[in-house]
């Protein structure tokens, strides 16, 4: 009885310092706020801010279904010729567009990059959709452009790994 | 947006008639549905009433087509590839392996040595062999008779490139960078005259055709051939017009007069 009762003891202790654990990951994830500076030692994406005061939809949502939610408007948009809808990936670009350079994923920083190297997903969508806003009174073409897409950010440069690759 | 705000809560129904409080209630409660993650018919609804609203969508009571008048058509002019080419992002290259959406031929009879030119593109047949042959069901016809390419689906084995019998499509061989915002193109699809979709969806004219009556030439025209009292229907029905291969009873989207 008393090794068991030892044991149990620390197998509950360990349990339940996992839940605990696991709890504060939970509703960290869940609260949606990706912290811009990394606390430990692996560097996390550094979001940059959108032009439009407020997303379509609950960030948080966004950030878990935006794949859903564009590949159903794509559909939309192909076959039957809806364009200009909410989720359209144009909507996306033209907000989130980087003050920069001008793209959502022209340099590591950039909007789309910086997220997709972190969770290293390969984004396919730029190899044939622009990832620049179509050139408006909103968004000139941006002149420095060359030497922003070089300066990439030290925090994420470790996670350049995963960037598309043209053959 | 901020639909969610004023997505419809459900009220109580005031009045104790039953049968009105219930569908009221009934009412309310479907518009709640949600028909995809985060999306609500109640949305869809407000959106579409915003300034910003999205087009309407291909209907299959249009067939978009062209009627090019050979005869206005200037030999050597090439107004309308130029303006395919700015429009849609295409280097304007004339390579093996560079994409032409748009093309100018000059064609000769033979006997009396008279020449003729005209533009070649996809002719959006109403019966598209492109269609018929495509393994995946990336070469598709809308609701409104444009003929499309559905490069997410296209996986480039260029089966449609040999089942058009205008050499419409071409297959893009090189990674590109650069490309239009309303016209995404890529390595290893295949591609062709869109009839410029992106602009007829809001209403506008395919860029060659604004750039041919910009020019002064006006040889095509583009419309609605399912109305009868379109330009172009009414001109179809009063002076001869031919469809080049009429052979193949493709029906095809793009006339020629004058030929």
Known sequence: ?????????????????????????????????????????????????????????????????????????????????????????????????????????AAST?????????????????????????????????????????????????????????? | ????????????????????????????????????????LIEIAQAATADTAPSRGASSKVRWGMLIDSGKCASGCTDCVTACNTENGLSGETRATDSQWIRKIEIKEVRTGKTQSLPMMCQHCAEPPCVDVCPTGASFKRADGIVLVDKHICIGCRYCVMACPYKARSFVHQPLSNQKADVPRGMGTVEGCTLCVHKVDK???????????DAGHGAILFGDLNDPNSEISRRLAS????????????????????I
């Open chain 2, 203 to 213: 209403g506008e004219m395919p860029a060659c055709v604004s750039a041919c009556s």
């Open chain 1, 110 to 167: 950039n909007f789309c990059q910086s997220c997709h190297a972190f969770a290293a997903v390969r984004i396919d969508c730029f190899e044939c959709h622009s990832s620049k806003p179509a050139p408006t009174a909103a968004h000139p073409p941006s002149p420095q452009e060359k030497p922003a897409q070089t300066a990439a950010a030290p925090q994420v440069q470790g996670l350049a790994l995963h960037q598309q690759v043209k053959p």
């Open chain 1, 1 to 105: 009885m008393r090794p068991f009762a030892g044991f149990s003891f620390r197998s509950v202790c360990r349990v339940f310092a996992l839940g605990l654990l696991s709890a504060t990951a939970l509703t960290a994830s869940a609260s949606g706020a990706v912290p811009q500076v990394a606390a430990g030692r692996v560097p996390l994406p550094i979001i940059e801010s959108a032009r439009g005061d407020k997303c379509v939809q609950d960030p948080a949502l966004m950030r878990r279904n935006h794949m859903d939610l564009l590949k159903h408007q794509r559909d939309d948009t192909m076959h039957g010729g809806i364009r200009g809808a909410k989720y359209s990936l144009k909507a996306c670009i033209g907000c989130h567009a980087s003050q920069a350079t001008g793209s959502v994923a």
């Open chain 2, 1 to 40: 947006m901020t639909q969610d705000s004023k997505s419809p809560s459900i009220q109580p129904p005031k009045s104790t008639s039953g049968r009105r409080g219930f569908l009221s209630v009934a009412a309310a409660g479907l518009a709640g549905i949600m028909i995809a993650p985060g999306v609500r």
């Open chain 2, 239 to 258: 002076y001869p017009s031919r469809q080049i291969r009429e052979d193949l009873n493709l029906n095809t989207g793009v006339r020629y007069s004058g």
